[in-house]
């Protein structure tokens, strides 16, 4: 399968692996994740859009906007199964309870989430909520949509920039040479930043240093990515630029 048939059952992957909506069945034979992965980035701005909808719609009946933004939260969450969120909670127990690379792993793939994973959930949801509700109408579309695409387009950047450092797994297995993966996921991300302004650099500057600090972790103490870290950075990356697109609009 190849053309516009074969792009169409990566991005419908993409969506498959990334959230809980619903994206048909695949055609035979299916894309790998490795050849499905250019298509993460723009299942951020489904996501970002679902978001932003049921903040805007909060705030449209009246509540306030505390509650609007953890409506907002929460749809993210739904939409995605909160895989992101499951991730970030199980490498913060890697990384913080893991003597050595192979207790860090095994704990990652515990199912059960410690201190430390719920030390970070909390960090990465109240940075993302108190920045939603702090702007008067809250975060716009745009900001919004770029914090979601720019965050998946991170976890390109962690799957080619370090080595699997499991043989099995999603990090392991949407691993491989794809140098136009990224493509239009920066496509994407520059358009929503040129549209945004001037806050998009610093956005994009504290999205990038999130994202970069998860992965300096993953490489110190498990010598690369997998699912887990890649959700991290996604989660970390995305509250990240909230934080710094609340800060540029209500200033």
């Known amino acids: 399968m190849t053309g516009p048939a074969a792009r169409l059952a990566e991005a419908q992957l993409a969506m498959m692996l990334l959230t809980r909506l619903p994206a048909g069945r695949l055609p035979e034979p299916a894309p790998t ?15 970002g859009l679902l978001g932003w909808a049921a903040q805007a719609g909060a705030l449209a009946l009246g509540l306030a906007p505390g509650v609007a933004a953890v409506a907002a ?11 992101h969120l499951d991730g970030l909670a199980d490498f913060a127990d890697g990384i913080g309870g893991g003597r050595d690379k192979a207790r860090s792993l095994e704990i990652m793939r515990d199912s059960r989430i ?3 994973g719920v030390l970070a959930l909390i960090g990465c949801v109240a940075a993302s909520g108190t920045s939603l ?9 745009v900001a919004v949509l770029l914090a979601a695409t720019a965050s998946r387009l991170a976890m390109l950047v962690l799957l080619d920039r370090l080595p699997p450092a499991r043989a099995d797994g999603l ?15 920066l496509l994407a991300s520059a358009a929503l930043a040129v ?36 959700g991290a950075a996604q989660a970390c990356a995305e509250a990240a630029a909230f934080v710094a697109l609340a800060a540029w609009l209500g200033a």
């Open 195 to 230: 549209w945004i302004g001037p806050g998009a650099l610093a956005a994009l500057a504290a999205l990038a240093a999130a994202a970069a600090m998860v992965a300096w972790l993953a490489w110190r103490k498990i010598g690369g990515q997998t699912g887990d870290v890649l």
């Open 133 to 141: 509700a702090s702007v008067a109408g809250g975060l716009p579309l």
């Open 73 to 83: 939260l929460a749809a993210m969450a739904l939409a995605t199964g909160a895989l």
């Open 33 to 47: 994740l490795a050849a499905a992965r250019w298509a993460f980035p723009l299942v951020g701005l489904v996501v």
């Open 114 to 116: 410690g201190s430390y």
């Open 171 to 185: 990090g392991q297995q949407a691993s491989g040479a794809a140098p136009l993966a990224w493509v239009p996921g």
